[in-house]
Nanobody
Framework: QAQLVESGGGLVQPGGSLRLSCAAS????????MSWYRQAPGKERELVAT????????NYADSAKGRFTITRDNAKNMVYLQMNSLKPEDTAVYYC?????????WGQGTQVTVSS
């Protein structure tokens, strides 16, 4: 019954912004490290951002650093990815991930397309 549902993706012009949301249910959200991954066609899935159980500062891939911000709200079982100054290279399916040392869960993904 564990579930992660992403939303907020879409088409945006270069330089624009999007906020992705991930709603968690069916597990103890506050016990899990949360991350956003992305996968572009023909490429490996890559880690974009990670946030610890208690929140605070996120950890980011070099490509996202300074442009993306990951946050979480444990009271609402939500994690977010604010994406600013978007580039065509950011085009991908973005996936929400929840993990403990013994395992975790994946969402179905949401498409982000950055194009003029």
């Amino acid at each position: 019954q564990a579930q992660l549902v992403e939303s907020g993706g879409g088409l945006v012009q270069p330089g624009g912004s999007l906020r992705l949301s991930c709603a968690a249910s069916g597990f103890t959200f506050s016990s899990y490290t949360m991350s956003w991954y992305r996968q572009a066609p023909g490429k490996e899935r890559e880690l974009v951002a990670t946030i610890t159980r208690a929140g605070g500062n996120g950890n980011y891939a070099d490509s996202a650093k300074g442009r993306f911000t990951i946050t979480r709200d444990n009271a609402k079982n939500m994690v977010y990815l604010q994406m600013n100054s978007l580039k065509p290279e950011d085009t991908a399916v973005y996936y929400c991930n929840a993990v403990r040392w013994y395992g975790g869960y994946w969402g179905q993904g949401t498409q982000v397309t950055v194009s003029s």
